[in-house]
């Protein structure tokens, strides 16, 4: 089904109706709305006014149109801010982020807290049952805008008060995170201070940990969000439409208090965002990378546990990207049945009309600013209208046979202490998801410790520190588990093993770690396949191991350090594989775990949704369909920027 996002507080009244109208003419089925209205619904402390939102579900409703409402806490209005100027946020180096944008507040502020609960009760009290009110968005994208982590006052008692629950005393604190070290030692919680604004480095624990507590911060204020929606507004879904490529807090215990996830799809801004080399970021610039969007389709699906939907996506240029390319006619077509593909329940389009003011002005809508007609993605849209018709019901997923175990732990570990500069923990799990969508493989995301029942492969890029919980998961799995570098390399506060890494992953493939090395660019290590893979490169990092007992080396490096090894089921690499080498090794490991796999060129993906299997041409050249086959959609010889499905 689709969606679409819309601003009714932003355009005169009349026009309402004949917006539902053109939206349920589209095939449009869910509206969200209101996730910014918090200064329309109560102008100034006290003085509510609903009605106006109330008129507009209704005008939607008339057109059977199901609404989507957002709470809106995601901008408090001028009036709250001067009278409790502490819930703004702070940035690293101690300076205030005021009033003029959105996402001005910190996680920690208890004033922000208490009125957070005062207008989302209000909101869901007066809509809550409403028979238009599907369901609910908490908020609107945390994080947006690097507002996770915040370093004021608020922030630091906050702090104080969260390690103290996990550590209970000074002491266990100093003794985890090896405070003797520089006479960092305190005697009270109340002597912690943020973990910035040092001399020099600061303590890696301490930085780790504050990671934990803002993510617990975002995980704690969105549950009472959650807590008020279901106790006044029963029988409607809630979720929190997340990002792409944004780490700071875990997505996965934000979701376990959700019904579904959603994500803001955005590929072709993403390209400018995300550390693609220039040559790459011209190469996709209209189109975007092949993997940018279901990289996230997979890995919010995970979240969602299986519920998903796209609350944005991209139907035009952008404005926020530092440069911001029209897509390549057909994208948002591709874009949109790509994430149906996936699995997605629900499409929906950011936004219904280009806004002709404010910060987003240069932003794309499904209608142009002027109302003269339908923007290239309002045409598209359209399309996938008419196709979704002519297909019907689309069948559920099924579970992949590939597992990616997706750590925010070790995301934050790494950027805590990378050891080399371009240590990326985004960076490298997209690869590996790149590598083995080339294979023709669908993906499902996990976090450490899920089931992996099921699963023939178990990737894992890296997980720093390996919990209890994990390691149990990945002794009792039948299937193959690759690991990554530096997997197993720290403690839960940030420190090397007593038995040096790969701590408690040497109970599944014994070796040790005795040095590591971090390759600037430039810097490389050839690879020695011999009969197993091809020779290769590594790049950006590698290790100098002593094997144990029962591992066997499968590739060396030319100074016959290992790089592949096995031990039964368990293999590990010593070293971040170049694009080249992990291919093989990829399609060495999959045909180890007995996958059938297809060699895909560099802008083909396949992805399978039931009997349905899907082909997306992001390429610049045309690509047949490898199989005979009844189409339910496009040709047998896709072309750029188009797809096709068959059963």
């Not at 066997?552 to 039964?568: G, H, I, K, S």
């Amino acid at each position: 089904m689709l969606g679409v996002c819309y601003y009714p507080e932003q355009w005169e009244e009349p026009k309402w109706k004949e917006d539902a109208i053109r939206m349920s003419e589209l095939g449009i089925k869910y509206v969200r709305i209101a996730e910014f209205a918090w200064s329309k619904l109560e102008p100034s402390e006290g003085d509510l006014q609903l009605d106006w939102l109330k008129r507009s579900i209704d005008t939607l409703s008339e057109e059977g149109l199901q609404v989507v409402l957002g709470t809106p806490t995601a901008t408090p209005p001028i009036w709250l801010v001067n009278k409790y100027p502490s819930i703004l946020p702070y940035d690293e180096n101690g300076k205030v982020r005021g009033f003029g944008s959105r996402r001005h507040y910190s996680f920690s502020s208890s004033d922000y807290i208490r009125e957070s609960e005062r207008i989302v009760e209000i909101v869901a009290k007066e809509f809550g049952n409403h028979p238009a009110v599907a369901g609910w968005q908490t908020d609107n994208e945390y994080g947006c805008h690097d507002t996770i982590l915040s370093w004021g006052s608020e922030d630091l008692k906050a702090f104080q008060r969260w390690l103290e629950r996990k550590y209970s005393t000074p002491q266990k604190l100093n003794q985890a995170w090896g405070n003797v070290f520089w006479s960092m030692e305190v005697n009270s919680f109340e002597e912690i201070t943020l973990p910035h604004m040092s001399v020099t480095e600061v303590n890696p624990a301490a930085r780790l940990d504050f990671f934990r507590f803002s993510s617990d911060q975002v995980v704690a204020y969105n549950k009472m969000q959650v807590e008020i929606l279901r106790k006044n507004s029963p029988g409607r879904f809630i979720t929190h439409n997340f990002m792409g490529f944004f780490h700071d807090f875990d997505h996965f215990k934000v979701g376990e208090d959700l019904d579904l996830s959603s994500w803001d799809s955005y590929p072709i801004g993403f390209v400018e965002v995300f550390p693609f080399t220039e040559e790459e970021r011209v190469k996709w610039a209209r189109t975007s990378h092949p993997d940018v969007a279901p990289f996230h389709h997979d890995l919010y699906r995970g979240v969602g546990k299986g519920r998903w939907w796209v609350m944005e996506q991209q139907p035009g240029p952008v404005n926020w990207a530092p440069w911001n390319p029209i897509p390549l006619k057909g994208q948002i077509r591709l874009f949109t049945w790509e994430a149906f593909a996936h699995g997605a329940e629900v499409v929906s389009y950011f936004r219904w009309r280009q806004a002709p003011f404010a910060q987003e002005q240069m932003h794309a809508g499904l209608n142009l600013p002027d109302d003269s007609g339908w923007s290239q993605g309002g045409k598209e849209a359209q399309t996938v209208h008419f196709e979704l018709q002519q297909l019907g019901e689309l069948p559920p997923s099924s579970l992949a046979k590939v597992a990616l175990v997706f750590d925010y732990d070790s995301s934050w570990s790494t950027r805590t202490q990378p050891q080399g500069k371009d240590f990326n923990y985004n960076v490298l799990t997209f690869r590996w998801y790149t590598a083995i969508r080339r294979l023709g493989l669908d993906v499902d995301f996990v976090p450490p410790g899920a089931d992996l029942s099921g699963y023939s492969l178990i990737l894992v890029p890296t997980m720093l520190h390996v919990s209890d919980d994990a390691l149990r998961s990945f002794e009792s799995t039948k299937g193959i588990v690759l690991f990554g570098p530096r997997s197993g390399s720290k403690t839960k506060h940030m420190s090397i093993p007593s038995n040096l890494p790969p701590g408690p992953l040497s109970q599944l493939i014994p070796f040790t770690v005795l040095e590591v090395s971090s390759l600037r660019p430039g810097l490389e290590e050839t690879v020695v396949g011999g009969e197993m893979i091809p020779n290769g490169k590594v790049i950006k990092w590698r290790e100098n191991v002593e094997i144990g007992e029962g591992t066997e080396v499968l590739a060396t490096y030319e100074d016959e350090y290992p790089f592949f090894l096995q031990n039964d089921r368990y293999f590990y690499l010593t070293g971040w594989a170049d694009e080249s080498l992990l291919g093989s090794v990829f399609s060495f490991i999959a045909k180890k775990a007995e996958i059938e796999t297809i060699q895909l060129p560099e802008g083909i993906r396949l992805r399978k949704r039931g009997q349905l299997t899907f082909a997306f041409n992001y390429g610049e050249e045309n690509w047949s369909i490898p199989v005979t086959a009844t189409l339910e959609l496009g040709t047998p010889q896709i072309k750029r920027g188009e797809l096709a499905a068959w059963k």
